[in-house]
């Protein structure tokens, strides 16, 4: 690596260095904590739909944690977290484009 | 002689802007990668979606067995993610010792992930739930998920594929951080544990042709560290981290979206 890179790394490594265990584990705990919600709704009997969306809000939370804890980004430069969100959630949202054809299958039966 | 190569580091690194995301471009080159992967499982998560939506009886065959063997492994996943980022904090602090015990840890909770994962796998296809190209099992021609497969084949198709996609990820993932772990000597462990499924499957299982990925991974890894032999450092354990954290990541939106909302309630 040149001298930019071994700089940069440096830096990473000094920012890691100042947090503690136990962060980490309040955040590996409020992950368990939230699996066991959603194993437990799953057998609530609810309507489907009501389901999907809170286990979907859940995972959101989870993935938030995951991201900005274990993977580092609350700790990146603003361009860093702008650039890799926004871009994953617009090439997310175009895929939605064709959700709606799956509901016109089932409501003019078409087959 | 040393002060020339001083000056000519210094000029290199004054010929380059300093990076507009304020990290090195290897993790760069990472968070890259992991956003086209999640293009990938995406795409699979909405093939899903939209074959659930339109499919008047989609299935919900998972038993509370099914559901308390995904739990177990998810929490071996989000254990793996805590040791992950232990390994990385480790490396970070210059722990050499520690951040290799961190790192096997790692893999040790990714492989009983896999183990847990193929035991489901073994279990939901000697039942009946299955695909055109998988071997057939012995036995069992009226077993409970032959119907479910024969009705709605898009259920087992989409169930093997983003299933499947992800137990490659893991497997993936455990042998990068076996070679950023134990470097070389990583590669006659890999090449035992690939014998070890490939001679220990039965030549049904799917896992029995599957286990193969391990020697194209001993195979790689053997290209790799032999063009590039190098002690690996605080910045490698990262991204590494990196990877993992996203398979770990995946998972939380398979599990509820695959098996919860699959769960059979009596």
Redesign the interface.
């Known amino acids: 690596?040149?001298?930019?890179?071994i700089a940069?790394?440096e830096?990473?490594?000094?920012e890691?260095?100042h947090?503690g265990?136990g962060q980490?584990?309040w955040v590996?705990a409020a992950?368990?904590v939230m699996?066991g919600i959603?194993?437990y709704?799953?057998?609530q009997?609810m309507e489907?739909v009501r389901?999907?969306t809170i286990?979907?809000g859940?995972?959101l939370l989870?993935?938030g944690l995951?991201?900005g804890?274990?993977?580092?980004l609350k700790y990146?430069?603003s361009?860093?977290k702008w650039?890799?969100m926004t871009?994953?959630v617009v090439?997310?949202a175009l895929?939605?484009i064709?959700?709606p054809?799956?509901?016109r299958?089932?409501k003019l039966a078409v087959r | 002689m040393s002060d020339v190569a001083v000056h000519h580091h210094e000029a290199m690194a004054d010929a380059y802007e300093p990076s507009l995301f304020g990290t090195y471009s290897k993790k760069i080159g990472m968070w890259l990668f992991l956003l086209s992967d999640s293009l990938t499982f995406g795409a699979l998560l909405w093939a899903y979606t939209y074959g659930r939506v339109s499919t008047p009886n989609w299935p919900t065959p998972f038993h509370s067995e099914s559901i308390r063997n995904a739990t177990v492994m998810t929490a071996f996943l989000l254990t793996s993610s805590l040791t992950m980022v232990f390994a990385v904090r480790a490396a970070a602090l210059g722990n050499a010792k520690a951040q290799r015990l961190w790192l096997l840890a790692t893999m040790a909770c990714g492989t009983a992930f896999v183990v847990l994962h193929g035991r489901e796998w073994s279990n939901l296809i000697s039942e009946g739930l299955t695909l055109p190209f998988f071997p057939t099992p012995p036995g069992h021609p009226g077993a409970e998920f032959s119907e479910v497969a024969k009705n709605v084949p898009q259920f087992p198709s989409t169930f093997f594929g983003i299933t499947g996609m992800h137990m490659l990820h893991v497997t993936i993932g455990v042998i990068y951080l076996g070679i950023v772990a134990l470097r070389k000597w990583f590669i006659p462990i890999l090449l035992g544990l690939w014998l070890v499924a490939w001679l220990g499957t039965p030549d049904y299982s799917p896992f029995h042709y599957g286990s193969h990925v391990l020697l194209v991974g001993a195979i790689v890894c053997g290209v790799i560290v032999w063009l590039k032999p190098k002690l690996y450092d605080a910045s490698d354990v990262e991204v590494a981290g990196l990877y993992w954290h996203f398979v770990d990541l995946v998972w939380m939106f398979v599990f509820p979206l695959v098996y919860l909302m699959s769960t059979k309630i009596i």
């Open positions: 690596m040149d001298a930019i890179q940069l790394a830096r990473v490594a000094e890691q260095r947090h265990k980490f584990l590996w992950l368990l699996t959603e194993v709704l799953a057998y009997n489907p389901m999907l286990l979907m859940l995972s989870k993935a995951i991201i804890y274990f993977m580092h990146e430069v361009a860093m650039m890799t871009s994953l090439c997310l895929m939605m064709f959700l054809d799956a509901v299958v089932v």
